[in-house]
């Protein structure tokens, strides 16, 4: 794919608006002195979408005992006691 071509004078004029030309459309504008080219106006990379933070946490964690059984004798449950 051939990039658009402006004349440097044409730029100059109208810089902001062939900036956000090309941000928007993701095409490249060359720039050209002459009819040789000087400059070549490229898209910003895409941005990166950012991780979702479901499961992020999921190696920091370590079972290292029992998971089932609770963790003190159901003697020393204050809910038993009466």
């Not at 900036?19 to 002459?34: E, F």
């Amino acid at each position: 794919m051939e990039p658009e071509e402006i004349t440097i004078s044409r730029f100059k004029a109208t810089c902001l608006a062939v900036l956000a030309k090309v941000k928007r459309t993701g095409k490249p504008i060359l720039v050209t002195r002459k009819g040789e080219p000087i400059a070549q106006v490229n898209p910003p990379p895409l941005p990166k979408q950012p991780k979702s933070w479901l499961g992020s946490l999921r190696t920091t964690g370590r079972i290292t005992g029992d998971i089932v059984s609770p963790a003190v004798p159901e003697s020393e449950w204050e809910a038993t006691r009466r």
